[in-house]
Structure formats: C-alpha cells, structure tokens
C-alpha cells in the first residue's frame, strides 16, 4: 500500500499531441522516427511535446509546421482520441486530432521518411504502444 502511495505521487503526466493528417483518399500520414531517438524506427503520427505555456493545438500547429513544413490553421484540427499508455518514469497521454486541410505539401523534415498509408494498413506498420488502439478507430472513423 506504501509503495502504491509512492509510486502515484511520483507519476509523471506526460501529455504529447498528435495528427492524423488524411489525404483525399483517405489515407493517413505517418512518419518514421530517426535513429538515436527513444522508439527510432518506429512509424507514429506527426506531433511532439507541449513546450512550456502552449496549449495542446498551438503546439500540435507549431509541430506540423517544424516537421512537415505546413501550415495548418486551428479550425483545421479537430480533437478526436487519445491514448494512455506508460512511457518509462512517465505516463503518455497522447491527444490525437484528425486533420484534413492544409496549405502546403508535408515533407519529411524531422523523420526518416513519411508514408501515406490507408488506415487498415497501419496494422502492418510498427509503431509506438500508444497508437495501436487508435488505429481500430481510424478505420472506422475516415
Ligand atoms: N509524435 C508522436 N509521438 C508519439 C506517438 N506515439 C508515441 O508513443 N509517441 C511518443 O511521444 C513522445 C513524443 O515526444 P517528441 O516526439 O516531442 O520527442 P522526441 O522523443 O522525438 O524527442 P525530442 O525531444 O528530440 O523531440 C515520444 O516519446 C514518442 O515516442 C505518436 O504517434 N506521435
């Protein structure tokens, strides 16, 4: 019971935001993380952390801008999921928006590579814990 107490108190929230980015064939945009970085090699959705004082949509907005190079307005992401998975120390709390317009063509600026990838093929596809429940619901949802 001690250690139960602990452990809560040391848990950590770890709150990441993400995009499924969905082209008009209704495929999704993923990303494959670069080696040296925690997961590298695994394929997520565009997104990251909140930096200090951001808010979830500004900082999903400045991220699909640093990674992929596009401009996305706040009336363009709509919140939509999101998972709860432990992350080592911390505890990910991944909110996940859909996205279907944008100016600009995503680049892999960031990643190793992007794909566009139908939503039941991203069973397929490794990627982070986290996401697996998400795809079940993206195949329903686009
Ligand atoms: N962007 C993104 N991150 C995810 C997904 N699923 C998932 O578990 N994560 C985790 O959420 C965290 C996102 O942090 P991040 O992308 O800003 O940071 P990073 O590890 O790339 O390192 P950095 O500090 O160098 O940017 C990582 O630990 C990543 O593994 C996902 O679908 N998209």
């Known amino acids: 019971m001690a250690n139960a107490v602990i452990e809560r108190a040391e848990l950590v929230l770890f709150p990441v935001v993400a995009a499924a980015l969905i082209d008009g064939e209704g495929r999704v945009l993923v990303q494959q993380r670069p080696p040296g970085k925690m997961m590298a090699g695994l394929w997520e959705f565009p997104g990251g952390k909140l930096e200090p004082g951001e808010t979830p949509e500004a900082a999903l907005i400045r991220e699909l801008h640093e990674e992929l190079g596009i401009t996305v307005s706040a009336a363009?992401?709509?919140?939509?999921?999101?998972?709860?998975?432990?992350?080592?120390?911390?505890?990910?709390?991944?909110?996940?928006?859909?996205?279907?317009?944008?100016?600009?063509t995503p680049r892999a600026l960031d990643a190793v590579a992007i794909d566009w990838v139908a939503p039941a093929d991203l069973h397929a596809l490794a990627m982070p814990p986290a996401d697996l429940p998400l795809i079940g619901l993206l195949e329903r949802l686009i």
């Open 76 to 104: 363009s992401i709509v919140p939509t999921a999101f998972a709860s998975e432990r992350l080592g120390e911390r505890h990910l709390l991944l909110l996940l928006y859909l996205c279907r317009t944008w100016s600009g």
